[in-house]
Structure formats: structure tokens, C-alpha cells
């Protein structure tokens, strides 16, 4: 009988993980609107910036987010949208952090999604939200948050 109610329960987590990954990859069929290129419209003068993103795979998209004053970079993030263990997860990895950080991403639709990472210093919240060709990303934690809008650019940019 304990053999019996064993096997009944692996069966079930096994259904409820097929089940919890499908939902990830038909969930991340809904990031395809991403890819391209985004130049910032929000900056400074004589500053600028963008966003880029290429899917690589079924499961997984790869960024770069870039921003410059004049000719120089003054910030680079390699950003990556990857399945893994089930979830979508945004990925942030820039200098200062000696390694990735992963937002899990805890609401999609066919025009955004929100990710979270509550346990992280800054932010702790990524808001991607389009409407048509331009975007709004919003980062926040804490009482502390930025907005960053772009559009998107149909030629790749230059640096």
C-alpha cells in the first residue's frame, strides 16, 4: 500500500511539473513583441541609450541595455529571459554585482510583465509595459523608483 500511495505522488508532482513548465513556455511565447532594438527617448541631453533583444532559443532571449554620454558607455547590463525550473526569469548581470541576479517574472500578459526580487539590494521590482511601439520599463524598491521609456528603433543603433 505505501508503494502504491508512493507512486500516486510521484505521479502527481511529475503531472504538476509538466504542467508548471508548459505554462512557462506558452507564458514565454508572449515575450516575442521584445525582440528588436529600443532607443531611450527619456535622457538627458547629450546622453542616450537602448535596449536590445535577440531570442536565442525556445526558452531563452538574450539583452543588452546600454547607456552613454556622447561616445562613452556609461553603463552596460547583459540581461537574459530564460526558463528554469519551471519559471520565467529576467536575469540582470552587471559589473557591480559579482553575480547574476534573477527576477523571477510574477505577472504576464501579451504587452508586459512584472519581475521580482524581494531579497535583492535594487531594485526589487522590473515593470516592462508596451503600448504599440514604445516602452516603459519601471524599476523600484522601497520608497526609491525610475522610469525609463523607449521606442522601438526598426535599424540597429549605433554606439
Known amino acids: 500500500m505505501k508503494q502504491l500511495i508512493f507512486s500516486v505522488f510521484l505521479a502527481l508532482l511529475s503531472t504538476l511539473a509538466y504542467s508548471q513548465k508548459e505554462t512557462a513556455v506558452n ?19 547629450g546622453r542616450s541609450g537602448f535596449e536590445s533583444w535577440e531570442k536565442v532559443s525556445v526558452n531563452e532571449y538574450k539583452g543588452l541595455g546600454v547607456s552613454m554620454q556622447g561616445k562613452d558607455t556609461t553603463f552596460q547590463e547583459n540581461l537574459q529571459l530564460v526558463i528554469k525550473d519551471g519559471h520565467i526569469y529576467y ?31 535594487y531594485p526589487k521590482k522590473i515593470v516592462y509595459q508596451r503600448n504599440g511601439q514604445q516602452l516603459k520599463v519601471t524599476i523600484s524598491g522601497g520608497e526609491k523608483s525610475s522610469e525609463f521609456l523607449f521606442e522601438k528603433l526598426t535599424a540597429t543603433p549605433s554606439l
Do not use: M
Not at 98 to 115: H, L, M, Q, V
Open 27 to 45: 507564458d514565454f511565447k508572449k515575450l516575442s513583441w521584445l525582440q528588436g532594438n529600443w532607443k531611450r527617448t527619456n535622457t538627458k541631453p
Open 91 to 121: 536575469v540582470a548581470d552587471v559589473a557591480e554585482n559579482k553575480e547574476p541576479t534573477y527576477f523571477k517574472i510574477t505577472a504576464i500578459s501579451n504587452d508586459g510583465f512584472t519581475c521580482e526580487n524581494p531579497e535583492h539590494d
